[in-house]
């Protein structure tokens, strides 16, 4: 059954760190793109980051670059969101989506084929 499992999330002060587990069974993940996204109350579910199957291709929301760092580790099937200087406006539920090869980074949360229940990042002091 493919699965996606994050991890990771929790209340953090203002300019503090987090770093987000996103953990993949079921499914060759190897062959996936894996993206992040974000949802605030209210708002529009919003792409964080994304890596290809490979690394080789790595996109951020311009309000996070800089500051977050995705990574993957295929042999372990798992992706990494480290989130440094965190601020209030970084406060969502988290998610993490995967979408099948050929399918590029993209923000665009339609066309991710598979998501986590999500975890939650409170960033408050």
């Known amino acids: 059954q493919l699965q996606l499992v994050e991890s990771g999330g929790g209340l953090v002060q203002p300019g503090g760190s987090l770093r987000l587990s996103c953990e993949a069974s079921?499914?060759?993940?190897?062959?996936?793109?894996i993206g992040w996204f974000r949802q605030a109350p209210g708002k529009e579910r919003e792409g964080v980051s994304c890596?290809?199957?490979?690394?080789?291709?790595?996109k951020y929301a311009d309000s996070v670059k800089g500051r977050f760092t995705i990574s993957r580790d295929n042999a372990k099937n798992m992706v990494y969101l480290q989130m440094n200087s965190l601020k209030p406006d970084d406060t969502a539920l988290y998610y993490c989506?995967?979408?099948?090869?050929?399918?590029?980074?993209?923000?665009?949360?339609?066309?991710?084929?598979?998501w986590g229940q999500g975890t939650q990042v409170t960033v408050s002091s």
């Open positions: 890596i290809r199957k490979s690394g080789g291709i790595i």
């Open positions: 079921g499914f060759s993940f190897d062959y996936y793109t």
């Open positions: 989506a995967a979408r099948r090869f050929p399918g590029d980074c993209s923000p665009d949360p339609t066309l991710y084929d598979h």
